[in-house]
């Protein structure tokens, strides 16, 4: 018998998994690459997540896929996720796909946006959510942290 969680060289095994898949039920329609957390109003289900709120502050991924409300849509929290420049053009808001080496934070204006610099605004209070760092201009290694308050 093999131990399945046995290491050769520093890498887990090849026929093992390193997370479960989630698919959730999408509240409304997400573009691929989308920031989402878990709703409040409805088990399993997600809503676009925007840093400065009290209903979506929660980053637990981003979406691996355009879908439509009412229909289970994957989402990624962890490891690389490729998306066309374009995509991320349309989650960013800028130009030219993800800017290699930055770090990415849950937009706090717009639900289901990402930025590339920390959030700051007018806010006596603001919550920053890392979701991941871009490897390239289509590739970006997720890393969701949980929400910081930060005080200007």
């Known amino acids: 018998m093999t131990d399945a969680l046995r290491t050769h060289g520093g890498r887990p095994p090849t026929n093992t998994t390193s997370a479960t898949p989630y698919a959730p039920i ?9 920031p989402v957390a878990p709703s409040t109003e409805a088990d399993h289900t997600i809503v676009l997540a925007q840093a400065f709120t009290q209903v979506a502050p929660h980053a637990i991924g981003l979406t691996a896929a355009a879908c439509a409300a009412g229909e289970r849509v994957v989402v990624q929290s962890a490891g ?20 290699r080496g930055k770090p990415y934070f849950v937009d706090l204006s717009t639900p289901g946006k ?36 930060v005080r200007p």
């Open 114 to 149: 990402l930025r590339s610099t920390m959030p700051v605004g007018i806010f006596p209070q603001r919550r920053v959510v890392a979701v991941g760092i871009a490897l390239s201009r289509r590739d970006m290694m997720i890393q969701v942290s949980f929400p910081r308050l």
């Open 80 to 99: 690389v996720l490729t998306l066309d420049e374009e995509q991320w053009n349309m989650i960013t808001q800028e130009s030219g796909g993800l800017q």
């Open 26 to 34: 999408a509240a409304v329609s997400m573009p691929p690459g989308a």
